[in-house]
């Protein structure tokens, strides 16, 4: 049966960083799952619907299609740019506008864009709690990007954590928990490692 | 086997009598603890290299070629040369230079420094410190085995008809260790290239050291330099020490309940049952080193802190003068267990005259 992924991109900015983490991610995520079929949806082009719902207490047809298809999904991938110590207000208030039974015990994978990379915590600090309330049940590795990690020389960190945290989303959609346990494993391919015998290679 | 002593260079308030020794002191210290670890017979004597107060050693082959002035079988070493931070073409080129003078009587131990501020100030990122460790050390090796060098790296400017001087004594570069506690690619760059490894032993449980030791053996033995048994590793220890035990405790806890690292912390008790300090008579001292091998297997150095946590000038020599006294049986009992195969610690001597054998042999075979 086919994976059915919403993957949501709170970011506000067009072209946003947050959508290029989200479909970074989305792709991992769609290797990693093999047969997954992925939504991405971007919250800017809901604003309107977003805030009317905030105030009339009901979500507009278009909103409503996308809460459905959130409550129907095998998991969410979620992506917020950091502005402010927290994530963007409309993106809360997308949370506020949704059924507070929606996603519990949904798999979900979180990630941020900020600034700086004084904002690195904010995943643990912000958003985790939020899905804490929401009962959903978030894989161990948050990702965070910073501007840092979009230059050439952070790339490979980045896809690392992204390819750590959509395995972890993969492994629980399969059964088989996050996948994850303490590695003792000393990794003799990493490309630092490998530098050491073939100098060309650092 | 070698045997040795190994300095932070601390300068400690002595909390006995309340005063602090100025860095002069310890610095001139530092050259008599030294002369007296060549009266006794000891085989090594390695200096850190600090870049920040409370320690004084920044410049350790100006020490080194002093002491080396002063002695006469002492090898001198480092503990340890920061690979990180220090230009490859400046390490090269200052240690052949002690090696020149002290007639190859030296090898250095080369280590990444963990103190975050002293990168920025030498123009480095610790976030890169690895891969520091890595290219600098790639570089270090051709500028003392390749008489001209053509170099491009990451941190560096180029190198285009380069020739670091002077070459190295005999043409046989310094031996060099590595030390490592956590970082398994340090142990993976001695393993590639035959160097030795070294792990502090002091401070920690001894079990903490125990896998990068045996994953270097094993590495050393995959890149072709011997078997497991046969990779070159040095370890340290620490001990205070009097003829009756009771009296090296009563001596020595008010120096540990305020020492910089562990102070504040564990009892004495604990300390010393938990890790590799030993507190007690020279015969305690003298079996609980011997178990180092035991649990590391046989191995090649064994390096002690013996001049830290504000203790006087007179204690630090008594407590040579004490391993002194135990030093013949310590040694005797490692060469006895040794096993034929495992290689002895490796000097200037012996480094030439393998390098002669093994150029016979290829003109032989030519």
Not at chain 1, 98 to 122: E, F, N, Q, W, Y
Not at chain 2, 53 to 61: A, G, L
Not at chain 2, 102 to 124: Q, S
Not at chain 2, 193 to 212: C, S, T, V
């Amino acid at each position: 049966m086919t994976t059915r992924i919403v993957v949501i991109s709170a970011g506000l900015g067009e072209p946003s960083t947050t959508r290029m983490l989200a479909d970074k991610i989305a792709a991992s995520a769609s290797e990693a799952l093999g047969d997954a079929q992925l939504e991405i949806v971007t919250l800017r082009d809901l604003a309107h619907e977003i805030t009317d719902a905030s105030l009339t207490g009901f979500a507009a047809p278009r909103l409503q299609h996308v809460y459905d298809q959130v409550t129907a999904a095998d998991a969410l991938i979620v992506t917020v740019p950091i502005f402010k110590v927290a994530y963007p207000g409309l993106f809360k208030s997308f949370v506020d506008a949704m059924d507070s039974d929606a996603i519990i015990g949904k798999p979900v994978l979180l990630a941020a864009t900020g600034g700086t990379a004084r904002h690195s915590l904010a995943i643990e600090s912000s958003l985790r709690p939020l899905f804490a309330y929401l009962q959903a049940f978030v894989v161990p590795t948050g990702v965070f990007a910073s501007p840092h990690d979009w230059g050439s020389s952070g790339e490979n960190a980045l896809q690392r954590r992204i390819d750590r945290a959509t395995g972890e989303l993969a492994s629980v959609l399969r059964g088989g928990g996050t996948g994850r346990s303490r590695d003792e494993d000393i990794d003799l391919f990493s490309d630092t490692m490998l530098s050491i015998s073939n100098p060309d290679l650092r | 086997m070698q045997i040795g002593i190994f300095t932070v260079g601390d300068v400690t308030p002595d909390p006995v009598n309340g005063t602090t020794v100025t860095e002069h002191e310890r610095i001139k210290n530092t050259v008599e603890i030294a002369k007296k670890a060549d009266d006794i017979g000891l085989d090594v004597f390695a200096t850190g290299e600090h870049h920040n107060p409370p320690f004084v050693p920044s410049s350790p082959t100006t020490t080194l070629a002093y002491i080396g002035a002063q002695t006469k079988n002492l090898i001198l070493s480092t503990s340890t040369t920061l690979i990180t931070t220090n230009d490859p073409v400046k390490i090269a080129e200052d240690y052949a230079t002690l090696q020149h003078l002290v007639d190859g009587r030296m090898d250095l131990m080369l280590g990444r420094g963990n103190t975050a501020p002293v990168y920025p100030w030498f123009g480095k990122d610790i976030t890169k410190a690895v891969e520091l460790t890595i290219e600098n050390y790639q570089l270090l090796r051709k500028l003392w085995d390749e008489p001209v060098v053509n170099w491009e790296g990451k941190f560096r400017t180029p190198l285009q008809n380069f020739t670091a001087t002077p070459a190295p004594l005999d043409g046989v570069a310094p031996f060099v260790w590595h030390g490592s506690i956590r970082t398994p690619e340090v142990a993976e760059l001695a393993a590639y290239y035959g160097d030795g490894y070294f792990a502090n032993n002091i401070f920690w449980p001894k079990e903490h050291y125990i896998r990068l030791i045996n994953f270097y053996r094993q590495r050393y033995a995959h890149y072709g330099h011997g078997t497991a048994e046969q990779a070159i590793v040095g370890l340290g220890g620490q001990f205070f020490m009097r003829k009756n035990s009771q009296d090296a405790v009563n001596e020595f806890r008010p120096y540990f309940d305020v020492a910089p690292v562990y102070g504040h912390g564990p009892s004495l008790e604990d300390f010393t049952s938990q890790t590799p300090l030993t507190v007690g008579s020279p015969q305690q001292v003298l079996e609980r080193t011997l178990e180092f091998a035991d649990f590391f297997g046989d191995y090649q150095r064994q390096l002690f802190l013996v001049d830290h946590a504000g203790l006087p000038l007179k204690t630090v020599l008594e407590q040579l003068d004490l391993l002194g006294e135990i030093l013949p049986t310590m040694r005797e009992e490692f060469t006895k267990r040794r096993p034929a195969g495992v290689p002895d610690a490796p000097t200037h001597a012996a480094r030439v005259a393998a390098r002669d054998v093994a150029a016979t042999e290829q003109e032989v075979t030519r």
